[in-house]
C-alpha cells in the first residue's frame, strides 16, 4: 500500500522540524507502508529567494525564476533523505523532472500534462522512501524547468498519489483539519470528519486556506482520497472524498469567507446582445478571473452588471472596461474594494429548501446587509461590506448549529 | 569565437557582485563573442548548507548531500541569468545535468566521462548568453545527480572550453593571476604572463591554490588555453598553455609551497623486494594519496622510507601501517606533522644544469635545512621544516631573481 505524504513549508522550517518530520515518516514506513514524501520549500526559503530575484532584475524572466526558486524544494528534500538515513532508513530524493512531472510551459504557473513516475516506483520496489520535490515539474515541449504556482505542492502531492492509485494521499499543515468556519472568528468552529471533493472545491474556491483550488480539482477528477491534518500532532484530520456508501452527508459543512476580492459595478448598460460577452472577453483576455458575475433585470433599456474579481486585478479591470466605454456604451463604472464574500457550503442543502432563506434571514438580523448573491446546488454565497464579514460568518455558522456542542436545527 | 568565462565564489558572493559579473558578460557578448559563464555557489553558500547537512545526519548519504548541495550554484546561476537580462540580453541558464555534464558515480566527486553540450551549442545558435552550474553533472549509470568535488567548477568550465573548441576559458578570481611566488610571503613577486599547463600543473600540485590540479591536467590532456584573471579589474592575468611558437620558455616560472603535508618515516625496514610495494599497497587501498617517496641507500640489511601525505590522513595511515608491522617486520613509525614543502619550478631547467645546485645553495645560506628531495624535469621540491618554509620560498625567490625589477642570473 502507497501512502503519499505532503509537509508544507512550516512543517520543514528548519533542520529541526525537520528531523521531526523524518521521525513521522520513519513510523510510516515501519508500519508497512511504501512511503513516498512531497516537500515544500523551508519556511521562507522562496521570499528570501524571490527579493534576490528583485534585487537583480525589474522584471525577472519567468524560466530564470522558476530555476532560482526550485532550489527551494531542493534544499528541503535532500535534508530530509539524509534525516531519514539517520532513522536507518534508506531515502532517495527527486527533482520533480527526475519525478517525471511533465508540465506545460508556463512558467511560474505550469498545469501538469501527465506523470511518468517510473523512478519513483523503481526505488520503492528497492524499498527506498521516496522524497519528491513539491511545486516542480519539466516543460514537455522545451524541457525547461517549470513551477506550478503557488500552493502547487499540494497539486503535486495528490498528482503523485493518482498516478501511483496511494491508498491516501495525506497533507500534513499546521493546522488540524478543515473547519465549520475559520477558528480565528468563530472560536466554536467544529474540525469536519469527512468532505466530498465538491465540497471541499467549494470550501477551497470561497477562501478556506488549507488546500489550494486546483489540489482538490485534480483529487475529484483523479478521485483521490486526501486527509488533511496536522504536522504537530497524530490526530486524524478531515477526509476529504473518501468513498464510503455509509457515509452520512451533511447538510451544512462550513462556512467560508474571503475579503481578497473587490466588487466592480458597471451600471448602466445597454441592455442588448453581446455586451456582456464583449467585457468579460475583454477580461478574460486579459488573464483576470472573474468570480461571480450579478446582472440585474433590465430598466429603461439599461441594466446593472456587477462582479467580483481578485483585489489585485481590479485596478487593471478598471482600466481595460475605460478603454470600452465608447464601443459599448457604458461610462459609470466602479471599483469597489471594501467588500467581502461570505458562503455557506453544503452538500445536503440541495434537497433542504429554505436553506437560503435561513441565512439571509440571519444575516439580517445580524444588522448585515446583502450586496450580490450567487449560488449552486451546494453553495450559497453573499457579498457584504468588508467590516461586516466576520459578523456574517459567526451568525451563520450558529444559526445552523454548526459548532461543537450544537446540534444542527431543522432548516 | 566561443568565450567561455568561470566566475568563483566570491565573484558572484552576492546580488551586487552578481550585477557586477552581469556587466562584465554583457561587454564580451557586445564584442562580438558567444559566452559561455560557469558559476559556483555565492560565498558561503556551500559552507550553509553543509552545516545544515550535518545538524540532521551524522554521516549524511553521498548521493543526498550531492543533491543537497547542487542547489548552490542554481541559485547564483539563475540570478546571474536575471542580471544579464536586466542588461538587455537573454540568458538560459542550465544545471550540470541540462548542460550535458556526464560523470561516473562517485558522489562528492565525480569525474567527467563525456560532455553531450547539445543544449548549450543550441542556446548559443539562438543568440542567449548561456549560463551553466559549475561543479555539478549528472551519472551516467544512474542518472542521479554528481558533484565533482572542490573547485570542480574550474573542471567544469575547462571541461565545456574544450567540448565547445571555444577560444579561451576565462577563469575570473580574486586575484589577478599567477604569482611567482605567493605574494604574502614574497612582496615583490611578480605576476607571470605566460605559463606552459606542465608548470601550471607542478605549480598547483605543489600547493599554489589558483587553480585545481583538476582542471589543469584536463586544460592539458585537451589543450585548452586558460586565462587566470580578476574579477575585480579588466587588466590581464596569467595565460596558461597559449600555443605561441616564439613564446620564449623562462627557465624558472615560480616557487610554489605547501604546509598541508605531514611526513612519514619508516625506519629499518627489511630491505627486500616486495616490502615497499606491501606498504604502499595498503596506502593506496585505503585512497590515501601519496606526494613525495624517498628511499635511501640500504645499510646492514634495512633501509628508511620516508613519504609525504595529506595532513588529514596521516593519524589513518599511521594506523594501517602498524597494522602491518608484524607481517612485514617493521617497527619504528613516525609521523611528523611540523613539516612543509617547497618547490621550484620552471619549464627550462631541465636544459639547464646547476638549477638544483643554486637552489640548495640558497637554502643552506639561509640556514634552511633539507630533509627529503625529489625532482622532475621541470620541478624540484624540498621537505623542511614548517617554521622554515616561508624563509626559504624568500631565498629561492631571490636566488633565482623572480622577483619584480630583478634580473634571471645565470644558473
Same mark, same amino acid.
Given at each position: 500500500m502507497i501512502v503519499v505524504q505532503k509537509y508544507g513549508g512550516t512543517s520543514v522550517a528548519d533542520t529541526e522540524?525537520?528531523?521531526?518530520?523524518?521521525?513521522?515518516?520513519?513510523?510510516?514506513?515501519?508500519?508497512?507502508?511504501?512511503?513516498?514524501?512531497?516537500? /515544500?520549500?523551508? &519556511?521562507?526559503? +522562496? =521570499? #528570501?529567494?524571490l527579493r534576490q530575484a528583485h534585487e537583480v532584475s525589474s522584471v525577472p524572466p519567468g524560466r530564470e525564476l522558476d530555476m532560482l526558486l526550485t532550489a527551494g524544494e531542493r534544499i528541503s528534500m535532500a535534508l530530509l533523505a539524509m534525516a531519514i538515513h539517520e532513522q536507518g532508513l534508506t531515502a532517495r530524493s527527486f527533482t520533480? /523532472?527526475?519525478? &517525471?512531472?511533465? +508540465? =506545460? #510551459?508556463?512558467?511560474?504557473k505550469a498545469r501538469i500534462l501527465d506523470i511518468t513516475p517510473g523512478r519513483i516506483t523503481e526505488a520503492l520496489t528497492g524499498g527506498h522512501v521516496v522524497i519528491v520535490a513539491g511545486f516542480q515539474g519539466v516543460s514537455r515541449d522545451?524541457?525547461?524547468?517549470?513551477?506550478?504556482?503557488?500552493?502547487?505542492?499540494d497539486t503535486t502531492a495528490v498528482a503523485l498519489a493518482a498516478a501511483l492509485r496511494a491508498e491516501v494521499c495525506e497533507i500534513y499543515t499546521d493546522v488540524d483539519g478543515v473547519y465549520t468556519a475559520d477558528p480565528r472568528i468563530v472560536p466554536n468552529a467544529r474540525r469536519l470528519d469527512r468532505l466530498s471533493h465538491e465540497e471541499m472545491l467549494e470550501l477551497a474556491a470561497c477562501g478556506t486556506k488549507v488546500l489550494m483550488?486546483?489540489?482538490?480539482?485534480?483529487?475529484?477528477?483523479?478521485?483521490?482520497?486526501?486527509?488533511?491534518?496536522?504536522?504537530?500532532?497524530?490526530?486524524?484530520?478531515?477526509?476529504?472524498?473518501?468513498?464510503?456508501?455509509?457515509?452520512?452527508?451533511?447538510?451544512?459543512?462550513?462556512?467560508?469567507?474571503?475579503?481578497?476580492?473587490?466588487?466592480v459595478v458597471v451600471r448602466r448598460v445597454p441592455d442588448k446582445p453581446?455586451?456582456?460577452?464583449?467585457?468579460?472577453?475583454?477580461?478574460?483576455?486579459?488573464?483576470?478571473?472573474?468570480?461571480?458575475?450579478?446582472?440585474?433585470?433590465?430598466?429603461?433599456?439599461?441594466?446593472?452588471?456587477?462582479?467580483?474579481?481578485?483585489?489585485?486585478?481590479?485596478p487593471r479591470a478598471l482600466q481595460l472596461l475605460r478603454g470600452l466605454s465608447d464601443e459599448v456604451g457604458?461610462?459609470?463604472?466602479?471599483?469597489?474594494?471594501?467588500?467581502g464574500k461570505v458562503s455557506l457550503i453544503g452538500a445536503g442543502m440541495k434537497t433542504h429548501p429554505g436553506v437560503a432563506a435561513a441565512m439571509f434571514e440571519?444575516?439580517?438580523?445580524a444588522g448585515v446587509?446583502?450586496?450580490?448573491?450567487?449560488?449552486?446546488?451546494?453553495?450559497?454565497?453573499?457579498?457584504?461590506?468588508?467590516?461586516?464579514?466576520?459578523?456574517?460568518?459567526?451568525?451563520?455558522?450558529?444559526?445552523?448549529?454548526?459548532?461543537?456542542?450544537?446540534?444542527?436545527?431543522?432548516?
Open positions: 522540524r525537520i528531523v521531526r518530520v523524518a521521525e513521522r515518516v520513519a513510523q510510516a514506513k515501519e508500519a508497512g507502508h511504501d512511503v513516498v514524501v512531497i516537500v /515544500s520549500a523551508m &519556511g521562507k526559503t +522562496t =521570499d #528570501s529567494l520533480g /523532472s527526475q519525478a &517525471g512531472i511533465i +508540465t =506545460d #510551459s508556463v512558467h511560474g522545451s524541457k525547461d524547468i517549470t513551477t506550478l504556482g503557488r500552493g502547487g505542492s483550488v486546483r489540489s482538490v480539482e485534480y483529487a475529484r477528477n483523479h478521485n483521490v482520497n486526501v486527509h488533511v491534518r496536522s504536522s504537530f500532532s497524530y490526530n486524524d484530520g478531515t477526509w476529504v472524498g473518501a468513498k464510503e456508501d455509509t457515509m452520512e452527508q451533511a447538510m451544512i459543512s462550513g462556512v467560508a469567507h474571503d475579503s481578497g476580492e473587490g466588487k453581446g455586451v456582456a460577452a464583449r467585457i468579460f472577453t475583454a477580461l478574460a483576455d486579459a488573464q483576470i478571473n472573474i468570480d461571480m458575475i450579478v446582472q440585474n433585470v433590465s430598466a429603461d433599456g439599461t441594466t446593472d452588471i456587477s462582479f467580483t474579481l481578485p483585489l489585485a486585478d481590479g457604458i461610462s459609470d463604472i466602479v471599483l469597489d474594494e471594501q467588500v440571519a444575516l439580517s438580523e446587509n446583502i450586496e450580490m448573491i450567487s449560488t449552486s446546488t451546494i453553495r450559497i454565497s453573499v457579498v457584504v461590506r468588508q467590516q461586516d464579514v466576520e459578523i456574517a460568518v459567526r451568525a451563520i455558522h450558529e444559526r445552523f448549529g454548526l459548532g461543537a456542542d450544537e446540534k444542527e436545527p431543522e432548516a
